[in-house]
Every structure is written in structure tokens, then in C-alpha cells.
């Protein structure tokens, strides 16, 4: 198991190291890509998640996401045991994603001056603050993302017998599964900034409230911070109760 955790931990760094890499990347002052926008910063998490299923599809099943971990052993396709180990493999890979986005862009960090700019380069927070419609929106975006990747775990929907040999999804799986992603984050992402990711979010958080910006830190949003945790839970929940109804 020991391999599957460091490929959980790899790709969940990769994804953040390029996924919040866009965000810092529009955000931030002075770098290339200032006020690039919300179809760059969705077409580029599309894109990241491409990136780390297909590199690590074959040695973990790239899960990256505790909902997908949860969602899949509630599915009966992961078995319980591993769920704990997953998720704490991919809360590490997703802060030390998150530390090295602050390093590449540190000098543009200083030279930002709006705190949540440079908050938003870590975690999310909600367009418009609303307990019951941001956890509802979490909850469905992560319920679209986990029934897509039920479905690509269903034997009809893999091709010619080339399925990873671990439980989530082979290499093949990374393009549906990353237009899965940018679609959610084109259609349903404008609420919350689409988590739909409990480790993509609260792990970047801390490391957010741990680096010691010298000028301008915003507050840390533990009061929201629950949202992207178990809105997300709840979407893989039900999406392995749909699975069961079509499987």
C-alpha cells in the first residue's frame, strides 16, 4: 500500500501545484497571466487534473480526492481500510502542492497587495455567503465529478480491457474525467469557486494560515471552511447511491 499512498500523495501535488498555480498566476500582481479570467482558470484545473490522473492512474488509481476515496469505497469499489490513508496521503500531497505554489510565485505574493487575492491562491470562498446554497453547490458539483468517475469504473465504459489494475481510475480515464472537471468548473463553479475536493481546499487553507505574509493577510475563513469539506462528502455519498441504481 505503501506505493499507492506515495502516488495518491504525487498526484494530489501535481494537481494542486498546477491547479492553484493558475489561480496565483491571474491573480497575483505582475505576472504574465494578471486578470487572465475565469475560462483560464477553468480550462487550466481541467487540465491539471489530466495531468495528475495520468501520471498516476497506474500506481494508486489516482483518487486526489477524498470524496472520490469516500465515494468509491460507499460504491463497494475501494475497500474501507485504505480510506484513512488515502485521504491523509492526499491532505500532504495537497499542502505541499499549495507551499510550492507559494514559493514559485513568492515575489509576486509580496507585490500583491489585496489580501484576498492572494488567499484565493490557496483555498475558496463563496461569491455570495449562504450556509445552505454554498454547501448545496459543493455538494452537487462533487456529486457530477464522483458519478463521472463511477461511471468510467463500470466495465462498459472501459475499453478493450486496458482498466487500471487499482480500484479508481487507469490512465485512460484522466481526459473524461478532466472535461468532467472543466465543464463543472465553466457551469456550476461561479458560486463557491467549485472545491469539490475536501483535500484541495482545507489543505492549502493551513498552509495559508501558516506562511507568514508580511503585508495584507486576509483572514484564514475557518467559518466557511467546513463547506468544501463535507458539501463534497455528501456529493460522493450520493452519487454512490445513484451508481448503485445504474451499475
Known sequence: MLTELYGEFLGTFILIFLGNGVVANVNLKSTYGSAGGWIVITTAWGLAVFTAVFMTADISGAHLNPAVTIGLAAAGLF????????????MAG??????????????HF????????????FCTAPAIKNTRNNFFSEMMGTFVLVLGVLLVTLPEFQMDGMASTKVGMGSLGAVPVALVVFVIGLSLGGTTGYAINPAR???????HALIPFRNNKDDNGWGYAWIPVFGPVAGAILAALIYFTVK
Not at 94 to 107: E, S
Not at 201 to 207: F, Y
Open 79 to 90: 475497500d474501507w481500510v485504505k480510506v484513512i490513508p488515502f485521504i491523509l496521503a492526499q
Open 201 to 207: 481546499d482545507l489543505g492549502p487553507r493551513i498552509v
Open 110 to 121: 509580496k507585490m500583491t497587495e489585496t489580501p484576498g487575492m492572494k488567499r484565493a491562491c
Open 94 to 107: 495537497a499542502m505541499f502542492g499549495a507551499l510550492m505554489v507559494y514559493v514559485f510565485y513568492r515575489n
